[in-house]
Protein backbone atom coordinates (compact mmCIF):
# COMPACT_ATOMS: atom_id res chain seq x y z
CA UNK A 1 0.00 0.00 0.00
CA UNK A 2 1.07 3.40 -0.45
CA UNK A 3 2.81 5.56 2.12
CA UNK A 4 0.80 8.52 3.67
CA UNK A 5 3.39 11.09 2.28
CA UNK A 6 2.52 9.78 -1.34
CA UNK A 7 -1.32 8.79 -0.85
CA UNK A 8 -1.07 12.98 0.27
CA UNK A 9 0.69 13.72 -3.26
CA UNK A 10 -1.42 11.55 -5.24
CA UNK A 11 -4.82 11.84 -3.37
CA UNK A 12 -6.94 9.41 -1.31
CA UNK A 13 -9.25 6.77 -2.55
CA UNK A 14 -11.88 4.38 -1.32
CA UNK A 15 -9.39 1.38 -2.37
CA UNK A 16 -6.59 3.65 -0.15
CA UNK A 17 -8.85 3.49 2.93
CA UNK A 18 -9.03 0.12 2.44
CA UNK A 19 -12.55 -0.98 0.75
CA UNK A 20 -12.09 -2.45 -3.12
CA UNK A 21 -15.64 -1.17 -4.52
CA UNK A 22 -14.60 -3.92 -8.37
CA UNK A 23 -13.95 -6.77 -6.05
CA UNK A 24 -17.26 -6.18 -4.85
CA UNK A 25 -18.87 -5.76 -8.00
CA UNK A 26 -17.09 -8.73 -9.30
CA UNK A 27 -18.58 -10.92 -6.09
CA UNK A 28 -21.93 -9.99 -7.22
CA UNK A 29 -21.49 -10.91 -11.08
CA UNK A 30 -19.87 -14.45 -9.86
CA UNK A 31 -22.48 -15.36 -7.65
CA UNK A 32 -25.54 -14.60 -9.56
CA UNK A 33 -25.44 -18.01 -11.36
CA UNK A 34 -25.99 -19.30 -7.79
CA UNK A 35 -28.56 -17.08 -6.76
CA UNK A 36 -30.60 -17.90 -10.17
CA UNK A 37 -31.07 -21.73 -9.14
CA UNK A 38 -33.13 -20.73 -5.63
CA UNK A 39 -35.88 -18.98 -8.33
CA UNK A 40 -39.26 -19.66 -7.15
CA UNK A 41 -42.97 -18.63 -7.80
CA UNK A 42 -43.19 -15.34 -7.11
CA UNK A 43 -39.00 -14.52 -7.55
CA UNK A 44 -37.70 -13.77 -10.69
CA UNK A 45 -34.46 -14.96 -9.41
CA UNK A 46 -32.20 -11.81 -10.33
CA UNK A 47 -30.14 -9.53 -8.26
CA UNK A 48 -28.29 -6.08 -8.20
CA UNK A 49 -31.42 -3.91 -7.80
CA UNK A 50 -31.60 -1.07 -4.91
CA UNK A 51 -34.90 -3.75 -3.29
CA UNK A 52 -35.63 -7.43 -4.01
CA UNK A 53 -39.77 -8.24 -5.36
CA UNK A 54 -41.40 -11.16 -4.46
CA UNK A 55 -44.62 -11.64 -5.54
CA UNK A 56 -46.85 -13.45 -2.91
CA UNK A 57 -49.81 -13.92 -5.34
CA UNK A 58 -48.02 -15.95 -7.06
CA UNK A 59 -47.42 -18.34 -4.47
CA UNK A 60 -51.21 -19.12 -4.34
CA UNK A 61 -52.47 -17.95 -0.45
CA UNK A 62 -55.80 -16.88 -0.07
CA UNK A 63 -55.47 -15.02 3.34
CA UNK A 64 -51.93 -14.88 4.04
CA UNK A 65 -50.09 -13.60 7.41
CA UNK A 66 -46.25 -12.63 6.70
CA UNK A 67 -43.67 -13.77 9.34
CA UNK A 68 -40.14 -13.00 9.48
CA UNK A 69 -37.51 -14.10 10.97
CA UNK A 70 -33.39 -12.90 11.47
CA UNK A 71 -30.68 -14.35 13.09
CA UNK A 72 -27.01 -15.61 12.50
CA UNK A 73 -24.78 -18.43 13.75
CA UNK A 74 -22.79 -17.20 17.00
CA UNK A 75 -19.60 -17.85 17.08
CA UNK A 76 -19.62 -21.16 15.20
CA UNK A 77 -18.39 -18.78 12.78
CA UNK A 78 -15.14 -18.62 14.56
CA UNK A 79 -14.53 -22.37 13.80
CA UNK A 80 -15.01 -21.74 10.40
CA UNK A 81 -12.77 -18.62 10.08
CA UNK A 82 -9.66 -20.29 11.87
CA UNK A 83 -10.17 -24.04 10.26
CA UNK A 84 -11.03 -22.39 6.62
CA UNK A 85 -13.97 -24.62 6.21
CA UNK A 86 -16.59 -21.87 4.75
CA UNK A 87 -19.10 -23.92 2.71
CA UNK A 88 -21.44 -24.99 5.15
CA UNK A 89 -21.53 -22.07 7.33
CA UNK A 90 -24.22 -20.63 4.91
CA UNK A 91 -26.60 -23.08 5.50
CA UNK A 92 -26.58 -22.82 9.26
CA UNK A 93 -27.33 -19.19 8.82
CA UNK A 94 -30.81 -20.17 6.50
CA UNK A 95 -31.40 -23.07 8.83
CA UNK A 96 -31.81 -20.50 11.83
CA UNK A 97 -34.20 -18.28 10.58
CA UNK A 98 -36.41 -20.88 8.14
CA UNK A 99 -37.01 -23.11 11.10
CA UNK A 100 -37.84 -20.34 13.30
CA UNK A 101 -40.71 -19.94 10.50
CA UNK A 102 -41.84 -23.36 10.82
CA UNK A 103 -42.70 -22.78 14.28
CA UNK A 104 -45.37 -20.36 13.11
CA UNK A 105 -46.29 -22.78 10.58
CA UNK A 106 -45.19 -20.70 7.64
CA UNK A 107 -43.73 -21.57 4.32
CA UNK A 108 -39.85 -20.02 3.80
CA UNK A 109 -40.71 -17.71 0.86
CA UNK A 110 -37.21 -15.52 0.25
CA UNK A 111 -34.32 -14.66 2.02
CA UNK A 112 -32.12 -12.13 2.29
CA UNK A 113 -28.15 -12.12 3.44
CA UNK A 114 -25.61 -10.04 4.91
CA UNK A 115 -21.86 -10.16 4.56
CA UNK A 116 -19.08 -8.23 6.53
CA UNK A 117 -16.13 -8.38 6.46
CA UNK A 118 -12.64 -6.08 6.50
CA UNK A 119 -11.96 -7.39 2.62
CA UNK A 120 -13.59 -9.18 0.44
CA UNK A 121 -11.90 -12.68 0.11
CA UNK A 122 -13.72 -13.74 -3.35
CA UNK A 123 -13.02 -17.61 -2.82
CA UNK A 124 -14.53 -17.09 0.88
CA UNK A 125 -17.40 -14.79 0.06
CA UNK A 126 -17.89 -17.27 -2.94
CA UNK A 127 -18.13 -20.46 -0.29
CA UNK A 128 -20.17 -18.81 1.95
CA UNK A 129 -23.13 -17.71 -0.84
CA UNK A 130 -22.61 -21.13 -2.24
CA UNK A 131 -23.89 -22.89 1.37
CA UNK A 132 -26.53 -20.23 1.98
CA UNK A 133 -28.11 -20.95 -1.89
CA UNK A 134 -28.18 -24.63 -0.35
CA UNK A 135 -29.75 -24.03 2.19
CA UNK A 136 -32.24 -22.03 0.63
CA UNK A 137 -32.46 -25.02 -1.93
CA UNK A 138 -33.52 -27.15 1.42
CA UNK A 139 -36.02 -24.46 2.48
CA UNK A 140 -37.38 -24.31 -0.64
CA UNK A 141 -37.22 -20.74 -0.14
CA UNK A 142 -35.52 -18.01 -3.02
CA UNK A 143 -32.28 -16.25 -2.26
CA UNK A 144 -33.87 -13.21 -3.40
CA UNK A 145 -31.31 -10.26 -2.68
CA UNK A 146 -28.38 -8.92 0.61
CA UNK A 147 -25.64 -6.92 1.07
CA UNK A 148 -21.99 -6.83 1.00
CA UNK A 149 -19.99 -4.38 3.30
CA UNK A 150 -16.09 -4.04 3.38
CA UNK A 151 -15.11 -2.37 6.87
CA UNK A 152 -11.65 -1.98 7.66
CA UNK A 153 -11.59 -0.91 11.36
CA UNK A 154 -14.46 -2.51 12.49
CA UNK A 155 -12.93 -5.80 11.34
CA UNK A 156 -9.79 -7.66 11.24
CA UNK A 157 -7.29 -10.05 9.37
CA UNK A 158 -9.76 -12.82 8.35
CA UNK A 159 -12.84 -12.34 10.40
CA UNK A 160 -15.79 -11.70 8.82
CA UNK A 161 -19.48 -11.86 10.00
CA UNK A 162 -23.35 -12.96 8.63
CA UNK A 163 -26.80 -11.66 9.44
CA UNK A 164 -29.83 -13.70 7.80
CA UNK A 165 -33.15 -12.42 7.00
CA UNK A 166 -36.26 -14.95 5.95
CA UNK A 167 -39.88 -13.91 5.44
CA UNK A 168 -42.35 -16.64 5.01
CA UNK A 169 -46.22 -16.94 4.78
CA UNK A 170 -49.14 -18.94 6.42
CA UNK A 171 -53.04 -18.55 5.69
CA UNK A 172 -54.32 -17.02 8.68
CA UNK A 173 -56.35 -20.05 9.85
CA UNK A 174 -53.17 -21.93 10.37
CA UNK A 175 -50.97 -19.89 12.32
CA UNK A 176 -48.96 -22.44 15.00
CA UNK A 177 -48.77 -23.19 17.98
CA UNK A 178 -52.61 -23.91 18.17
CA UNK A 179 -54.97 -22.37 21.01
CA UNK A 180 -55.70 -26.40 22.20
CA UNK A 181 -52.87 -27.37 23.43
CA UNK A 182 -54.00 -29.47 26.76
CA UNK A 183 -52.68 -32.71 28.63
CA UNK A 184 -52.56 -35.50 26.86
CA UNK A 185 -50.77 -34.67 23.82
CA UNK A 186 -47.43 -35.96 22.96
CA UNK A 187 -44.39 -35.07 22.22
CA UNK A 188 -42.27 -36.22 19.45
CA UNK A 189 -38.46 -34.84 19.14
CA UNK A 190 -36.82 -34.59 15.61
CA UNK A 191 -33.43 -36.08 15.58
CA UNK A 192 -30.81 -32.79 14.95
CA UNK A 193 -27.25 -33.48 13.50
CA UNK A 194 -25.38 -32.07 16.28
CA UNK A 195 -25.18 -28.64 18.41
CA UNK A 196 -26.53 -26.71 15.35
CA UNK A 197 -25.33 -23.33 16.08
CA UNK A 198 -25.98 -22.67 19.59
CA UNK A 199 -23.48 -22.86 22.22
CA UNK A 200 -20.64 -22.64 20.35
CA UNK A 201 -19.00 -19.98 22.53
CA UNK A 202 -19.07 -23.14 25.84
CA UNK A 203 -17.62 -25.38 22.49
CA UNK A 204 -14.77 -23.48 21.61
CA UNK A 205 -14.13 -22.99 25.52
CA UNK A 206 -14.35 -27.01 26.20
CA UNK A 207 -11.59 -27.39 22.80
CA UNK A 208 -9.39 -24.96 24.32
CA UNK A 209 -9.25 -26.73 27.41
CA UNK A 210 -9.34 -29.93 25.93
CA UNK A 211 -5.63 -31.18 24.32
CA UNK A 212 -7.61 -31.36 21.27
CA UNK A 213 -7.23 -28.61 18.26
CA UNK A 214 -9.52 -28.58 15.38
CA UNK A 215 -7.55 -30.63 13.09
CA UNK A 216 -7.20 -33.44 15.65
CA UNK A 217 -9.66 -35.85 14.66
CA UNK A 218 -12.44 -36.21 16.51
CA UNK A 219 -13.12 -38.08 19.38
CA UNK A 220 -16.64 -38.70 18.51
CA UNK A 221 -16.42 -39.14 15.07
CA UNK A 222 -13.31 -41.02 13.84
CA UNK A 223 -14.32 -40.18 9.89
CA UNK A 224 -13.67 -36.70 10.73
CA UNK A 225 -11.50 -34.01 12.16
CA UNK A 226 -12.54 -32.17 15.34
CA UNK A 227 -13.22 -28.97 12.97
CA UNK A 228 -15.47 -30.56 10.51
CA UNK A 229 -17.59 -32.72 12.65
CA UNK A 230 -18.17 -29.26 15.05
CA UNK A 231 -19.16 -27.23 11.72
CA UNK A 232 -21.89 -29.75 10.93
CA UNK A 233 -24.56 -27.61 9.08
CA UNK A 234 -27.80 -26.99 11.01
CA UNK A 235 -31.01 -29.62 9.62
CA UNK A 236 -33.48 -28.01 7.94
CA UNK A 237 -36.70 -29.34 8.89
CA UNK A 238 -39.00 -27.03 6.08
CA UNK A 239 -39.69 -29.67 3.87
CA UNK A 240 -40.73 -32.92 5.54
CA UNK A 241 -42.81 -30.77 8.32
CA UNK A 242 -44.56 -28.73 5.45
CA UNK A 243 -45.95 -31.52 4.15
CA UNK A 244 -47.08 -33.13 7.20
CA UNK A 245 -48.68 -29.74 8.02
CA UNK A 246 -50.87 -29.33 4.81
CA UNK A 247 -52.10 -32.51 5.64
CA UNK A 248 -54.35 -30.89 8.36
CA UNK A 249 -55.50 -31.25 11.75
CA UNK A 250 -52.80 -33.53 13.92
CA UNK A 251 -49.72 -30.80 14.52
CA UNK A 252 -50.64 -28.29 17.38
CA UNK A 253 -46.96 -27.09 17.90
CA UNK A 254 -43.61 -27.17 16.74
CA UNK A 255 -40.98 -25.18 18.82
CA UNK A 256 -36.99 -24.89 17.68
CA UNK A 257 -34.52 -26.39 19.87
CA UNK A 258 -32.07 -23.17 19.67
CA UNK A 259 -30.61 -20.85 22.43
CA UNK A 260 -31.89 -22.52 25.76
CA UNK A 261 -32.50 -25.45 25.03
CA UNK A 262 -35.24 -27.74 25.46
CA UNK A 263 -35.51 -25.57 28.85
CA UNK A 264 -36.54 -21.96 27.35
CA UNK A 265 -37.79 -22.69 23.79
CA UNK A 266 -40.46 -25.65 24.49
CA UNK A 267 -42.48 -23.15 27.12
CA UNK A 268 -42.51 -20.63 23.59
CA UNK A 269 -45.25 -22.50 22.25
CA UNK A 270 -47.55 -23.37 25.65
CA UNK A 271 -49.57 -21.59 27.03
CA UNK A 272 -49.71 -21.20 30.88
CA UNK A 273 -51.92 -23.81 32.34
CA UNK A 274 -49.79 -26.62 30.79
CA UNK A 275 -46.12 -28.29 31.00
CA UNK A 276 -44.48 -30.54 28.62
CA UNK A 277 -42.92 -33.90 30.47
CA UNK A 278 -39.84 -35.28 29.27
CA UNK A 279 -38.24 -38.75 29.47
CA UNK A 280 -34.64 -37.76 29.43
CA UNK A 281 -34.27 -41.67 28.65
CA UNK A 282 -35.57 -41.16 24.98
CA UNK A 283 -33.35 -38.32 24.26
CA UNK A 284 -31.25 -38.91 21.27
CA UNK A 285 -27.85 -37.65 23.19
CA UNK A 286 -25.82 -38.05 20.12
CA UNK A 287 -22.15 -38.67 21.35
CA UNK A 288 -20.77 -35.16 20.03
CA UNK A 289 -23.01 -33.85 23.38
CA UNK A 290 -22.05 -36.51 25.77
CA UNK A 291 -18.23 -35.73 24.92
CA UNK A 292 -19.05 -31.99 25.35
CA UNK A 293 -20.48 -33.04 28.65
CA UNK A 294 -17.64 -34.52 29.88
CA UNK A 295 -15.30 -33.02 29.03
CA UNK A 296 -16.42 -29.64 30.21
CA UNK A 297 -17.82 -31.53 33.10
CA UNK A 298 -21.23 -29.57 32.75
CA UNK A 299 -24.29 -30.41 35.21
CA UNK A 300 -27.28 -31.93 33.86
CA UNK A 301 -29.10 -28.35 34.02
CA UNK A 302 -26.31 -26.52 31.95
CA UNK A 303 -26.05 -28.86 29.24
CA UNK A 304 -29.73 -29.37 28.84
CA UNK A 305 -30.09 -25.23 28.81
CA UNK A 306 -27.24 -24.78 26.54
CA UNK A 307 -27.56 -27.50 23.84
CA UNK A 308 -30.22 -29.06 21.47
CA UNK A 309 -28.84 -32.69 23.21
CA UNK A 310 -29.90 -33.95 20.05
CA UNK A 311 -33.27 -32.82 19.58
CA UNK A 312 -33.10 -29.66 16.77
CA UNK A 313 -37.31 -29.18 16.92
CA UNK A 314 -40.23 -30.67 19.18
CA UNK A 315 -43.55 -31.49 17.70
CA UNK A 316 -46.79 -30.82 19.61
CA UNK A 317 -49.23 -33.76 18.30
CA UNK A 318 -52.82 -35.20 19.42
CA UNK A 319 -52.16 -38.64 20.83
CA UNK A 320 -54.91 -40.48 18.32
CA UNK A 321 -52.38 -39.02 15.91
CA UNK A 322 -48.92 -39.53 17.30
CA UNK A 323 -48.32 -42.91 15.98
CA UNK A 324 -49.14 -41.89 12.48
CA UNK A 325 -47.35 -38.69 12.45
CA UNK A 326 -44.21 -40.41 13.68
CA UNK A 327 -44.74 -43.20 10.63
CA UNK A 328 -45.04 -40.02 8.32
CA UNK A 329 -42.40 -38.15 9.55
CA UNK A 330 -40.35 -41.35 9.39
CA UNK A 331 -41.28 -41.43 5.19
CA UNK A 332 -39.98 -38.43 5.12
CA UNK A 333 -36.79 -39.16 6.18
CA UNK A 334 -36.65 -37.66 9.78
CA UNK A 335 -36.10 -39.72 12.84
CA UNK A 336 -38.86 -38.87 15.30
CA UNK A 337 -38.69 -40.03 19.34
CA UNK A 338 -41.25 -39.95 21.69
CA UNK A 339 -40.44 -37.43 24.58
CA UNK A 340 -43.24 -37.46 26.81
CA UNK A 341 -46.22 -35.78 26.78
CA UNK A 342 -48.24 -32.38 27.90
CA UNK A 343 -49.11 -32.31 31.53
CA UNK A 344 -51.30 -30.09 33.97
CA UNK A 345 -48.59 -27.65 34.80
CA UNK A 346 -47.75 -27.37 38.72
CA UNK A 347 -46.35 -24.95 40.31
CA UNK A 348 -42.59 -23.89 38.81
CA UNK A 349 -41.14 -24.89 35.92
CA UNK A 350 -43.04 -25.39 32.68
CA UNK A 351 -40.82 -27.92 31.51
CA UNK A 352 -40.04 -31.27 33.56
CA UNK A 353 -37.50 -33.86 33.15
CA UNK A 354 -37.32 -37.21 34.38
CA UNK A 355 -34.45 -39.24 34.46
CA UNK A 356 -30.93 -38.29 33.53
CA UNK A 357 -28.71 -37.44 30.48
CA UNK A 358 -25.74 -40.10 29.84
CA UNK A 359 -22.37 -39.45 31.13
CA UNK A 360 -20.26 -38.70 34.29
CA UNK A 361 -22.05 -36.07 35.75
Known amino acids: MANAKQDEAEGLSYEVAGVDVSAGNAFVKAIGP ?10 DGTIGGFGALFDIKA ?9 AATDGVGTKLKIAIETGIHHSIGIDLVAMSVNDLLVQGAEPLFFLDYFACRKLDLEVAQAVVAGIVAGCKQAGCALIGGETAEMPGVYHGEDYDLAGFAVGAVERHNILPSADIAPGDQLLGLSSSGPHSNG ?29 A ?44 VAAEIDLSSVPFADVFRWLKDQGRLRQEET ?28 EGETAVALGSIIDRKAGEQVVFRGRLPGKT
Open 34 to 43: LIRTTARAGS
Open 59 to 67: CGYGDPVLV
Open 200 to 228: FSLIRKIVEMSTLDYDSKAPFDASKTLGE
Open 230 to 273: LLTPTRIYVKPLLKILRRGGAIKAFAHITGGGLVENIPRVLPAS
Open 304 to 331: LRTFNCGVGMVVVVREADCARVAAELHN
